[in-house]
């Protein structure tokens, strides 16, 4: 009259944005001229910075203290739902947040950061699905 106590437990790795370390985003800046973020997070229509946002650009401080004499454009880019200058518009507000942030909370040099907005005149993907439309939606760091 044995009894047989079975457990079955499954693991599963927790979801979470990879957010490109500081190296990752000099390496690619060094071979491409620029890098793509999506750890970077607003809401729909919304250009105030999401908290979870914050491990992004503790990499891009730590990028920018890595290389003291790296200027980068942080350009903003969009999807292709909406009005085209609404979004030119939010792309640019969503970059000018990004550089107050890194000048303000990271203590980084405004002078070495440029906003600009491409809304969605650059996509990376198409625009058809929302997965295309998801990689749109991101900021990337353009070498000067």
């Excluded at 079975?6 to 990879?18: F, G, P, T, Y």
């Excluded at 107050?100 to 969605?120: D, M, N, T």
């Amino acid at each position: 009259n044995g009894i047989i106590d079975l457990r079955i437990v499954e693991k599963q790795a927790m979801k979470q944005d990879v957010v490109a370390d500081a190296s990752m985003m000099a390496q690619s800046i060094e071979g491409t001229g620029k890098v793509a973020l999506y750890g970077i997070h607003f809401d729909t229509g919304k250009s105030v910075l999401k908290p979870e946002s914050e491990p992004a650009l503790e990499e891009i401080t730590k990028l920018l203290k890595a290389d003291p004499k790296l200027k980068i454009h942080v350009v903003g880019h969009t999807d292709n739902v909406g009005d085209f200058d609404s979004n030119l518009a939010l792309s640019r507000e969503r970059a000018e947040a990004v550089v107050k942030a890194l000048a303000g909370r990271h203590g980084v040099a405004v002078a070495r950061l440029r906003p600009f907005g491409a809304g969605p005149t650059a996509p990376v993907q198409s625009n058809k699905s929302e997965e295309g439309r998801a990689k749109n939606r991101r900021v990337e760091l353009v070498a000067q």
